[in-house]
């Protein structure tokens, strides 16, 4: 059995190479059509800056935004909302040294003492390369989980809103303090990255919202505390597989702080485990997406019991999305770089798939969703977008109730919403 294993890891890792005879260059099979700010943008996604395509002291200013309108319809109401513009600027110092940054304000404005809106550095890094393949960030950065973390671009991906799997379980634009270490292979067309950040806050997890609470996101984050994440993405024809993991403490506490809650303390203590993989393609027009995630927090219990606030165990997310440009097959002058992309998106969840003795499991957690829709690109940094979502839900635990009916609605365990939306780049 172990030689049939190797055996085929042989004849795939063989295929990988005859596509390899350049690797130096992974990034133009990753971003096509990348706008002036983009091609200072290093070897996957979006987000990092590279000294081969910016001249000596290059300062670049760009950025990205959107805006939707969503119909509830089984509580029959409506918002719209702007909900980000992101400010982008890159400095290029030299060769070898550059500098990143994004500025996002969420909701359109911050009001003193009303609970919407957020200013906030989304990242803020400076970046060291060491040859044409590697490199090292030091600072505010995305860590590489997921599809979405470095490809959040509205123009990067299907649908108004982003995959929930990548919202609630995955944290979408996920920045933590840290150092990381990115490269890509001579031989074989792989890149893999590595990076050691600042953990997460069990203090600051809060029920039927996931892991996104307790991240520090640069503004005064504990560090006692520490966390690695790695991945390592291959490029295999027209797919891209990747592999990525994150694992770190989460109580940032003090020794004598933990200690009076009867909680652990040190680097590690209360270990956070997530795992994710996914499957890329793309080709004539076609695209197909695969993502599965789980998360394991063995020591949820000792959490609820310092913090009162419902934690799981466990918890997963999967999704596949298929998309098609209609105006691939065009030949016309009239639809160069225009594109009509139909996509269909199902994503399962369950934000609380394990709970310990002393958690409250909530059904509502447990959601499918089923979303369809039209994207409409005029030119490659503009979006319009409209879709359909529907959605299924387990029952609300009557035990999470604060008001039960008639003083509040019923919880509607299927329900149906319409998205419109717009985004651009530049």
Known sequence: ????????????????????????????????????????????????????????????????????????????????????????????????????????????????????????????YLKF??????????GLFIPRIGILNENHLPTNYNGVER?????????????????????????????????????????SFSHGTGIGGGKGEGSFANANNLAFTAAVKAFVG???????????????????????????SGMFAAPLYLGEADVQYSKAGFTAKLLGTYISYPDAGDINRAYANNTPSAMYGAYAELGYNFFETIKSEAFDNKQLIGFVRYEKLDLNSKIPENGIYDGTLKQ??????????????????????????GPLNKALQINPPPVSRIYPEQNQFLNIGFGYSF
């Open 238 to 264: 027209d797919f891209q597989i990747q592999v990525s993991g994150y694992a770190g403490g989460t109580i940032g506490a003090s020794h004598y702080t933990a200690d009076s809650i009867g909680l652990q």
């Open 129 to 138: 390369s060491l040859n044409p393949r590697q490199y090292f960030v030091a």
């Open 1 to 124: 059995m172990f030689r049939q294993v190797l055996l085929g890891l042989g004849i795939m890792l063989l295929g990988v190479t005859s596509e390899a005879q350049d690797t130096v260059n992974l990034k133009s099979r990753i971003q096509p059509g990348m706008t002036p700010a983009q091609q200072l943008i290093a070897n996957t996604g979006e987000d990092l800056l590279t000294g081969n395509n910016a001249g000596h002291s290059q300062t670049v200013i760009s950025g990205y935004g959107q805006g939707s309108y969503q119909r509830d319809f089984q509580y029959q109401s409506s918002k719209i909302n702007l909900d980000r513009v992101v400010l982008f600027v890159g400095h290029q110092f030299n060769n070898n040294i550059a500098f990143f940054s994004e500025l996002e304000v969420t909701d359109a404005r911050v009001e003193n003492g009303k609970p919407k809106g957020e200013i906030g550095m989304e990242q803020a």
């Open 368 to 393: 499918s969703h089923l979303i369809a829709g039209l994207n409409f690109m005029p030119i490659p940094n503009i979006t319009i977008k409209a879709d359909v979502r529907l959605t299924s839900t």
């Open 163 to 203: 995959p929930l799997v990548e919202q609630l379980v995955i944290p979408s634009t996920w920045s933590e303090m840290g150092i990381g270490f990115y490269g890509q292979m001579s031989t074989l067309p792989i890149a893999y990255s590595i990076a050691a950040l600042n953990g997460l806050d069990a203090s």
